[in-house]
T-cell receptor, first 113, second 112 residues
Framework: SAVISQKPSRDICQRGTSLTIQCQVD?????MFWYRQQPGQSLTLIAT?????????ESGFVIDKFPISRPNLTFSTLTVSNMSPEDSSIYLC??????????FGDGTRLSIL | GQQLNQSPQSMFIQEGEDVSMNCTSS?????WLWYKQDPGEGPVLLIA?????ELTSNGRLTAQFGITRKDSFLNISASIPSDVGIYFC????????????FGTGTRLQVTL
């Protein structure tokens, strides 16, 4: 399966600031997704990152708060904007294809003070 | 958003014992996946199921795709200490661009 690298692996940020998380894959992939995992909880899909077009967001997530870019088939970024303590979570990137299972990076552990 | 119900929520077992966990949904899925997450890491795919009634094994792990398409089961035989972790089921439908809905998780702890 593809090797997925996320940066940063963890960060501590001040409230009101923004952080951009990068997801790099070692091969071209059709689908890239961003998930949030709140402390002690399961994974919730934020959006599907579409190459060359705007991301598709799930209910409860908006572009102004979580802008996403996907300039090519191996790279995507997720920005967490105007952060508050409630945004403290693990943010995970996954990749897959149609009829192919998703594989995950190790995530970015974000704490907001 | 929707989450799938997993049971048990957590379990303590002794090394060598067999483990069973299940996942249920109010909606039908045409794909069921099982992942394991260790502390500080992302979920790792264990087994993928694509057909109702399908039974698939991966070493000591066996998973089944329920006939109703609304549930799935994971069994671990002869558990070992490295089986410790959180197990998540996930349901998907290829017609919805492969999006996954995750279960609530089962935390497994193995004692010697």
């Amino acid at each position: 399966s593809a090797v997925i690298s996320q940066k940063p692996s963890r960060d501590i940020c001040q409230r009101g600031t923004s952080l951009t998380i990068q997801c790099q894959v070692d091969s071209q992939v059709t689908m890239m997704f961003w998930y949030r995992q709140q402390p002690g909880q399961s994974l919730t899909l934020i959006a599907t990152a579409n190459q060359g077009s705007e991301a598709t967001y799930e209910s409860g997530f908006v572009i102004d708060k979580f802008p996403i870019s996907r300039p090519n088939l191996t790279f995507s970024t997720l920005t967490v904007s105007n952060m508050s303590p409630e945004d403290s979570s693990i943010y995970l990137c996954s990749v897959g294809g149609f009829n192919q299972p998703q594989h995950f990076g190790d995530g970015t552990r974000l704490s907001i003070l | 958003g929707q989450q799938l119900n997993q049971s048990p929520q957590s379990m303590f077992i002794q090394e060598g014992e067999d483990v069973s966990m299940n996942c249920t949904s109010s909606s039908i899925f045409n794909t069921w996946l099982w992942y394991k997450q260790d502390p500080g890491e992302g979920p790792v795919l264990l087994i993928a199921l694509y057909k109702a009634g399908e039974l698939t094994s991966n070493g000591r792990l066996t998973a089944q795709f329920g006939i109703t398409r609304k549930d799935s089961f994971l069994n671990i035989s002869a558990s070992i200490p490295s089986d410790v972790g959180i197990y998540f089921c996930a349901g998907g439908n290829t017609g919805t661009a492969s999006k996954l809905t995750f279960g609530t998780g089962t935390r497994l702890q193995v004692t010697l």
